[in-house]
Nanobody, 120 residues
């Protein structure tokens, strides 16, 4: 059974940096894509960054130039490096996996989330 566990969230001042991580375990098949999403109170869930099994990445315009997604060599941990954080980055951050295909549109496995709070 696949398990995604996020960690590394916390509180930081505006302009600061933080790295959140997601440990991947229990899956024996192919994970086509992994992504970070976030959801702030009262707002819809937003896709932040994605990485496919080839290592190609993409980030949302709202975080471009500030956030970077990466995996370790064994693909057992997903990272999101967040620089120049802004108060509007405050949200619960979730990692998700798409084990369906390489379209990166069907995230059917989710972690429990880690909170990131940015103070002004």
């Amino acid at each position: 059974q696949v398990r995604l566990v996020e960690y590394g969230g916390g509180s930081v001042q505006s302009g600061g940096s933080l790295r959140v991580s997601c440990a991947v375990s229990g899956y024996l098949g192919r994970i086509y894509c992994m992504a970070w999403f976030r959801q702030a109170p009262g707002k819809e869930r937003e896709g932040v960054a994605v990485i496919d099994h080839y290592g190609s990445t993409a980030v949302a315009d709202s975080v471009k130039g500030r956030f970077t997604i990466a995996q370790d060599g064994a693909k057992s941990t997903l990272f999101l490096r967040m620089n120049s954080l802004k108060p509007e980055d405050t949200a619960m951050y979730y990692c998700a996996a798409d084990v369906t295909n390489s379209d990166c549109e069907n995230y059917n496995i989710w972690g429990q989330g880690t909170q990131v709070t940015v103070s002004s």
